[in-house]
């Protein structure tokens, strides 16, 4: 499996460490409900700020550990500047680009990123962005045209014995990549590891979605 060269961003609570940023754990109420874009952004900077300087307020320590506290100041303040929420319904792509790109140009970083609306090449994009170490923003769409049916994709974990089992299912929610391999994509969502199967997503895509919502935020160098 491809990976990222550093392990991921956790949050401490106590002697609890989490596989990146949990929205549940927020103190805001909107966060909670719909704030999943808001923390894959938040563990993308945080990720990044091993590179560059674009976290100042915050120092990782040498796992990638940031304590809660910290990760509450972070994301609050990326919402108010940088990542709006609309109650009951999140963020979408275009306002993830737009903030992206916003946080990338008043922090003078070489970076620029893109909301992939014709993804075709999904999953090459996904590999390029793991090869130069940067997470990827993915999106599960919601049902489409059909917004209200509650069709879902299925997370997965890992047993020991490279095993998976279905855990949980998602629709209309970010999740951050960390890994990808010929059939399976390692992500972070809810602060745990997790999988999603890559035929499984596809089918999802084309038969309850559709290609512009189920994408990526494709972050290259300048």
């Known amino acids: 499996m491809l990976m990222l060269e550093h392990p991921y961003i956790s949050v401490t609570d106590g002697s609890r460490r989490s596989y990146g940023g949990d929205q549940g754990k927020s103190e805001n109420a909107t966060m909670r409900r719909c704030g999943c874009g808001v923390i894959a952004a ?5 990720y990044l700020s091993r590179r560059y300087d674009c976290v100042k ?50 922090n003078r970083l070489p970076l620029s990123a893109e909301w992939r609306f014709f993804n075709n090449d999904l999953w090459e994009r996904i590999t390029k962005m793991l090869a130069e170490d940067i997470p990827v923003i993915m999106a599960v769409g919601p049902n489409f045209p059909f917004f209200w049916q509650n069709n879902r994709t299925v997370l997965y974990t890992k047993d020991d014995a490279g095993n ?3 855990s949980s299912s998602t629709k209309a929610h970010y999740v951050t990549v960390t890994g990808l ?14 999988y999603i199967n890559r035929a499984e997503f596809d089918e999802y895509t084309k038969k309850h979605s559709a290609g512009f919502l189920c994408s990526i935020l494709y972050i290259k160098h300048k």
Not at 72 to 98: C, D, K, S, W
Not at 182 to 194: D, P, Y
Request: hydrophobic letters at 45%; aromatic letters at 12%; charged letters at 20%.
């Open 42 to 46: 938040a563990d993308v900077l945080l």
């Open 57 to 106: 307020a915050v120092r990782l320590d040498p796992s990638g550990a940031i304590s809660s506290e910290e990760y509450e100041q972070l994301t609050a303040l990326l919402r108010r500047r940088y990542f709006p929420l609309i109650p009951h319904a999140g963020m979408n792509g275009v306002t993830l680009m737009t903030g992206m790109n916003l946080y990338f140009m008043r």
């Open 164 to 166: 998976y089992h279905p």
């Open 181 to 194: 391999d010929e059939g399976w994509v390692q992500i972070s969502s809810w602060g745990r590891l997790l």
